[in-house]
């Protein structure tokens, strides 16, 4: 284990047994999470990213299985931890914002009662030392006049104050670890860059370790220190920013890139990447990416690429990681990937 992971996730296989058939949504993947840092999980929509979140956490129901794979938290296999102990680190250790603050608060109780609730229940804390620091968390979130808005209601938010609460919420244990599930899903761009700004604050403050789960490239630019870049249940990618931005390295990053409204330069032209994220009970031979990609070749149609080292401290699940555009990590045309995961000199 690296000695400064906080998490380290090994070769995690989630699968769903569906009617339609074995749902692969996260295919032997593997990843760490570095103390105090964000670490960015993109792709589109349906490439396993919430149900990894959901596996590290502990629920994954019927009709999903984890079927493989280690997730340490501090060298501890969470996987081998009981419900009851499983609870107890969600509550404590590791926590969650999810996309849709409506469906984490409950309406009928007051956004104080639930956070000091909380509080109570895993810090052991009174009635009034709760009610304290759920004023506290309100005022650390940003919410204006926390003193007067404890005993409201959700309803009487605005969505990007009542992800603020659920922020609160998930950080009132003092985590050492937030997941942050597409936080600003439901919210404009305006309060999206708010919210964003809190997260990172809130990581230096509490010195959390952060992982953002995000379909924008755009939002991991600005936000995360390294970042995994998924597609149809594997990591295609991981790289820090810096370099994932100066040399993306898989086709699929360069697609997202290039369908990034706010990475484009004026001149550049906005391309999204052709055709869809395949079913993931029915993927398709070879590289799961090879229908979508304009270099793919015979290869890629047979071939299912290992994720590998392409360049110090950088990885790509691609035969073709910097082949296919004549260009080696040092920007010369120098080598090409060979089918067996090997990389030869031209
Ligand atoms: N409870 C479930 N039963 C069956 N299949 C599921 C279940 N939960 C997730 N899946 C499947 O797992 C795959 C990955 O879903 P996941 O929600 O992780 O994607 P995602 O990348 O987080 O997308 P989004 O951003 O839309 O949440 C999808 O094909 C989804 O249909």
């Not at 009662?113 to 009174?126: D, E, N, P, T, Y």
């Not at 969505?159 to 919210?187: F, H, K, N, W, Y």
């Not at 403050?205 to 998924?230: E, F, N, P, Q």
Request: one cysteine or more; glycine letters at 8%; proline letters at 5%.
């Amino acid at each position: 284990m690296s000695t400064d992971a906080v998490l380290e996730v090994k070769n995690l296989e989630t699968r769903f047994y569906t009617e339609e058939g074995v749902v692969e949504a996260v295919d032997g993947n593997s990843f760490t999470l570095e103390e105090g840092e964000m670490l960015g999980i993109v792709g589109e929509s349906g490439s396993g990213k919430s149900v990894t979140a959901m596996s590290i956490m502990g629920l994954i129901d019927d009709p999903g299985r984890i079927e493989a794979g280690e997730i340490l938290y501090r060298g501890d296999d969470l996987l081998q931890k009981s419900n009851r102990e499983m609870r107890r680190i969600r509550g404590n250790d590791i926590s969650m914002v999810f996309q849709d603050p409506m469906t984490s608060l409950n309406p009928v109780f007051t956004v104080g009662s639930q956070i000091s609730r909380i509080v109570q229940k895993h810090m052991g804390l009174s009635k009034a030392a709760a009610r304290e620091r759920t004023i506290q968390l309100l005022e650390d979130v940003g919410i204006p006049e926390a003193e007067g808005r404890v005993d409201d209601y959700p309803h009487q938010f605005s969505g990007g104050m009542r992800q603020r609460v659920l922020i609160a919420m998930a950080i009132s244990c003092d985590p050492d670890v937030l997941i942050a599930d597409e936080p600003t899903t439901a919210l404009d761009v305006t309060i999206e860059a708010q919210i964003f700004e809190l997260l990172e604050d809130l990581q230096a403050k509490y010195g959390m370790s952060v992982i953002l789960i995000t379909h924008d490239l755009g939002v991991v630019a600005g936000t995360c220190d390294r970042v995994a870049v998924v597609y149809a249940g594997n990591i295609v990618e991981r790289a820090t920013v810096t370099e994932l931005f100066e040399s993306p390295r898989h086709p699929y990053t360069r697609g997202l890139m290039r369908s990034i409204p706010k990475l484009r330069r004026d001149e550049e032209q906005l391309t999204p990447i052709e055709g869809k994220i395949p079913d993931l009970a029915a993927l398709p031979s070879g590289c799961s990416f090879h229908p979508r990609c304009e270099h793919a070749t015979e290869d890629c149609r047979q071939v299912d690429p290992e994720l590998r080292e392409i360049a110090p401290g950088r990885q790509a699940a691609c035969l073709n990681a910097y082949g296919y555009d004549r260009e080696g990590p040092d920007g010369h045309a120098s080598s090409r990937a060979t089918t067996d995961g090997g990389v030869t000199d031209e």
